[in-house]
């Protein structure tokens, strides 16, 4: 058993019976070559959860040539077989499904009741594509050769490196394990240092689900080792498929250093994601909307509204009602089910959004709401905001916040804002 020691950061009141301190390859616990470890904190009080090993490059092959050595036998079963497996790994999840919500709210600051929501996202990947395994299908095409006919046979592509954000801990890897383990691939996982103990959790219930060992393996590490580590994936020849989650920086690095192996890249990366309100609007439909958005685990999430556009002629009743409805948002510790907002995830994260909304009062903006970090909470609360008059000379109209500021705009702003984006991007390329 690999049972770490835990730190003061583990409420008194909470048992996590799925922690688990040690990475997870070819079926076994093991320690990082090194003997290196980094701390997990809880962002809530900002006390150590506990340890976890600070993997490096050769770890990361060991646990790729773990895959590549179970691919064939994992690619070789009946679809019918991978299906029962995961099958059996989405009934584990959700027998465990408290277990699993506590350890997301401990490791990630997200609030107990959307952690449970969270779990039951995740698992549903599992059990989807676990019925889709068992319709893994070829096609049979004519063929310009008279008398013959073209068979097209669907393969798994092999190995696929699996690197993970920390805003949804269970749910990004399930979405993309799901699929891999029942296309017949085995898979490594690099979890953000951030939350690595939900990854290690759903490894030990793969392994008693009976998925054989080196089919889902996941590697940790800390924020200093983990370029290295996302080297050694997309560059390694074994290594077929890489998905990754996060900021588009680092996509676009993963996506060049897949290059020289010309591996298939999925990236799912930042966003600015845009809410556009109309006149003819249901006001109160659109206010719905925008807390569901917007403040979904905090505002940390890739799809959240980072601005929202207002035609004028609700602008005023809208705001009205936004700033009613943040206002009674309950913000508090992530393990009461009274809470609806958490910490941030870390001080860089806290620090963002004061930076967005410093710049946003310093070029015109008005708070009306928040704009502060709640102390009394904790140091990395963040209180519920909501500015209006924003601009598109802001930072949060052209930043991704990732945090709890509803930035409002009337449309009318919002068409200058484009269409100056427009023009210096013609300056810019002039012959385009």
């Known amino acids: 058993m690999a049972q770490p020691v835990v730190g003061r950061g583990v409420p008194n009141t909470v048992r996590l019976a799925l922690l688990r301190g040690r990475a997870w390859v070819s079926g076994r616990w093991v320690e990082a070559a090194s003997g290196k470890t980094f701390p997990v904190l809880n962002p809530a009080n900002g ?156 490894a030990e219930l793969a392994h008693e689900a009976g998925i054989p060992p080196g089919v889902f393996n996941v590697v940790t590490s800390s924020r200093d080792s983990t370029p290295s580590v996302g080297t050694t994936l997309a560059s390694s020849d074994l290594v077929r498929k890489l998905s990754f989650t996060g900021s588009t920086t680092v996509g676009k690095l993963l996506m060049a250093q897949c290059a020289s192996t010309v591996k298939k890249v999925s990236l799912e990366l930042g966003g600015n994601a845009p809410l556009l309100i109309f006149n003819s609007a249901d006001i109160d439909q659109a206010v719905a909307g925008a807390m569901a958005s917007k403040f979904r685990n905090t505002g940390q999430t890739c799809i959240c509204t980072n601005r929202i556009l207002v035609q004028r002629g609700v602008h005023d009743e809208f705001v009205e009602k936004l700033v009613s409805a943040v206002s009674k948002l309950v913000q508090g510790n992530p393990f009461d089910e009274s809470s609806q907002q958490g910490p941030l995830i870390n001080e860089a994260a806290a620090q963002k959004v004061e930076n967005h909304v410093n710049d946003a009062v310093e070029k015109g903006a008005e708070l009306l709401v928040g704009g502060a970090r709640a102390e009394e909470l904790g140091s990395l609360f963040f209180r519920p905001s909501v500015a209006v008059g924003v601009s598109g000379e802001m930072r949060v109209t052209c930043e991704e916040t990732f945090g709890p500021l509803a930035a409002v705009m009337t449309c009318i702003s919002a068409v200058l804002m484009m269409r100056k984006r427009e023009l210096r991007w013609q300056m810019q390329h002039p012959l385009a």
């Not at 691919?71 to 497996?85: D, H, I, S, T």
């Not at 099958?87 to 408290?98: F, H, L, S, T």
């Not at 063929?143 to 068979?151: Q, W, Y």
């Open 47 to 202: 006390e150590l959860i506990a340890e976890v090993p600070d993997m490096g490059v050769s770890d990361t092959e060991e646990a790729i040539e773990a895959a590549h050595k179970a691919q064939r036998q994992w690619a070789a079963l009946p679809c019918k077989e991978r299906a029962k497996g995961l099958g059996r790994w989405y009934d584990a999840i959700m027998a465990n499904k408290e277990e699993l919500a506590k350890l997301i709210t401990v490791e990630a600051g997200k609030v107990l009741r959307e952690s449970r929501g969270e779990v039951d996202y995740g698992a549903s990947f599992i059990s989807w594509n676990a019925e889709e395994a068992k319709r893994i299908e070829g096609e049979v095409l004519s063929s310009l050769v008279p008398g013959r006919r073209t068979l097209l046979v669907s393969q798994p592509v092999g190995v696929a490196a699996l690197v993970t954000p920390w805003n949804f801990p269970v749910a990004m890897i399930t979405r993309k394990a799901g699929p891999a383990l029942a296309a017949g691939c085995a898979v490594v996982v690099k979890p953000s240092e951030e939350t690595p103990f939900s990854a290690l959790a759903i």
